[in-house]
């Protein structure tokens, strides 16, 4: 079974609108980090949520915003879409030796128009 | 600020042929090292990585990456390269203790049967 599972894998959306993006890590691991790949700017880290608190955030604007479940799971949610926030959103759980790095999910690609 | 560089965007490589990917990083402390690997249309996946000891890593798919603390790389190897290894790598970083990982932008390998 996958560790990570982000919905949906796919989502177009119009400038201006606003987007949720899903996160359900396997039970158990009580973190879950996001981050945002383009071909520009590379892997970018967006934010990190442990316990349902925010423990760590990346350089991006208030329009990006997350949070985190009581069951683990997490959504991120980006506000009034801009055409440069397309790109591939990524879910992850540190890895299960504990000694860092992480396993990601498949991602959500977002293509804002 | 912890950076990573990655000094090649693409690659191109007969198979059979050897393969060398560098990557320096900057950072002001113990650093855990990784490489990921990205297949096309797939999701990010470790190939190896470093915390401590012996400074020469190896991970799967018959991939080896060589920490040398003094140039602040984490060059990735493979002896004979085969076309089902075109993919994109990124290498990354993470300060001891910490998840969260800062990329380089990654390096594209193409191998031509």
């Known amino acids: 079974k996958a560790g990570v599972t982000q919905t949906p894998r796919y989502l177009i959306k119009t400038r201006g609108q606003q987007v949720t993006l899903s996160c359900s890590p396997i039970?158990?691991?009580?973190?879950v980090s996001w981050y945002q790949q383009t071909p520009g700017q590379g892997l970018q880290f967006l934010f990190e949520?442990?316990?349902?608190?925010?423990?760590n955030k990346g350089n991006f604007p208030g329009r990006f915003s997350g949070r985190q479940f009581s069951n683990s799971r997490s959504e991120m949610n980006v506000s009034t879409l801009e055409l440069g926030d397309s790109a591939l959103y990524l879910c992850?759980?540190?890895?299960?030796?504990?000694?860092?790095?992480?396993?990601f999910g498949s991602g959500t690609r977002l293509t804002v128009v | 600020a912890q950076s990573v560089s990655q000094h090649n965007h693409h690659v191109i490589l007969s198979e059979a042929a050897s393969l060398e990917l560098g990557c320096n990083y900057s950072?002001?402390?113990?650093?855990?090292l990784f490489w990921y690997v990205q297949y096309p249309g797939q999701h990010l996946q470790l190939l190896l990585k470093?915390?401590?000891?012996?400074?020469l890593v190896k991970g799967i798919k018959g991939f080896e990456a060589e920490f040398i603390k003094s140039k602040f790389s984490f060059n990735l190897r493979k002896p004979s390269v085969q076309w089902s290894d075109t993919a994109e790598y990124f290498c990354?970083?993470?300060?001891?203790?910490?998840?969260?990982?800062?990329f380089g932008k990654g390096t594209k390998l193409s191998v031509i049967p």
């Open positions: 470093y915390f401590s000891g012996d400074p």
């Open positions: 950072y002001g402390g113990t650093v855990n």
């Open positions: 992850a759980i540190p890895n299960a030796d504990s000694r860092g790095g992480y396993t």
């Open positions: 949520y442990f316990s349902e608190t925010q423990r």
């Open positions: 990354a970083v993470s300060g001891a203790g910490s998840y969260q990982l800062t």
């Open positions: 039970s158990g691991h009580r973190s």
